[in-house]
């Protein structure tokens, strides 16, 4: 489950917004939290977002698009490791950058590909666009 923070960070709404979509019944605050599947039915931004979360493999392989690296970095899903040039102090390139799923970024990955997988969410949200 999703807080407040992170669940702006993913969809980009305000928290004007989401009082809106939680008033409209769109998304529901539960109380561990948000549940990323509403998200993912309910926000384009989030579902590109989450659908790049569950492209991290087992091998650390990452191809994910560079501006969800930073929306999952801020809602604490992912952790991107920046090394530091030792003599220059500056920071080296993205393509040196190392990045893992947090705990959280893991249990959500695994909620939504079951419920993509198993339940058809994809489709679901496919159906109704």
Not at 1 to 10: A, G, P
Not at 16 to 45: H, I, N
Request: aromatic letters at 10%; one cysteine or more.
């Amino acid at each position: 489950m999703l807080n407040r923070e992170q669940v702006k960070e993913l969809t980009g709404w305000t928290d004007a917004t989401l009082k809106r979509m939680m008033t409209m019944g769109k998304v529901d605050e539960y109380r561990d939290g948000f549940s990323p599947a509403e998200l993912y039915r309910v926000s384009a931004r989030a579902r590109e977002a989450l659908e790049q979360l569950m492209q991290f493999t087992d091998e650390g392989e990452w191809w994910v698009k560079f501006w969800c690296w930073l929306v999952l970095e801020a809602a604490g899903l992912i952790e991107v490791e920046k090394p530091v040039h030792p003599a220059t102090g500056l920071e080296y390139g993205r393509e040196e950058w190392a990045v893992r799923l947090t705990s959280l970024g893991l249990e959500v990955a695994r909620e939504l590909d079951d419920l993509i997988e198993y339940h058809g969410l994809r489709e679901e949200v496919k159906r109704k666009r």
